[in-house]
């Protein structure tokens, strides 16, 4: 279970760069005052999720429950910022699905907030992958299925 909650976790990861990534790139850092998710969220998200993969792949390696509970509880602060996110995000999801039903003036300078190129399957897949590394690292930890 503790390997596929690594998989899982790296799956999750790779949805999440995508997704900073294509933040960073929409101008989520240069213009941060018309995105919706505010940098220290973001790259804390980010951060918090790093370390804790780092700290699961050393509980691999060495097999310590004190380090399966610290991953865990990177995990739990890393959920709620991303939960965050995604309220704070479904507005402007919303609102872009409005924006294409209508037509609108061509602005150059306008795109809206960053976060209005987030393709939802990468946004649905991430969040998928999340709980389910969630739930497979906290079993690991109660030492369920070893």
């Given at each position: 279970m503790a390997i596929a909650a690594l998989i899982t976790w790296l799956l999750?990861?790779?949805?999440?760069?995508?997704?900073?990534?294509?933040?960073?790139?929409?101008?989520?850092?240069?213009?941060?005052?018309?995105?919706?998710?505010?940098?220290?969220?973001?790259?804390?998200?980010?951060?918090?999720?790093?370390?804790?993969?780092?700290?699961?792949?050393?509980?691999?390696?060495?097999?310590?429950?004190?380090?399966?509970?610290?991953?865990?509880?990177?995990?739990?602060?890393?959920?709620?910022?991303?939960?965050?996110m995604l309220l704070r995000w479904l507005p402007t999801y919303r609102e872009s699905r409005t924006a294409a039903a209508e037509p609108a003036p061509i602005s150059l300078t306008n795109e809206g907030p960053a976060e209005r190129h987030f393709p939802v399957l990468v946004v649905g897949g991430h969040g998928l992958w999340a709980v389910i590394t969630v739930v497979l690292v906290l079993l690991t930890a109660l030492g369920v299925g070893s």
């Open positions: 999750t990861a790779a949805g999440g760069f995508f997704l900073l990534g294509t933040w960073i790139a929409k101008g989520g850092v240069r213009e941060p005052h018309t995105s919706h998710l505010p940098p220290p969220v973001i790259f804390g998200h980010f951060l918090l999720a790093v370390i804790g993969l780092v700290l699961w792949i050393i509980y691999l390696v060495v097999d310590s429950d004190a380090l399966a509970w610290v991953a865990f509880g990177f995990l739990v602060p890393v959920a709620a910022l991303g939960f965050v």
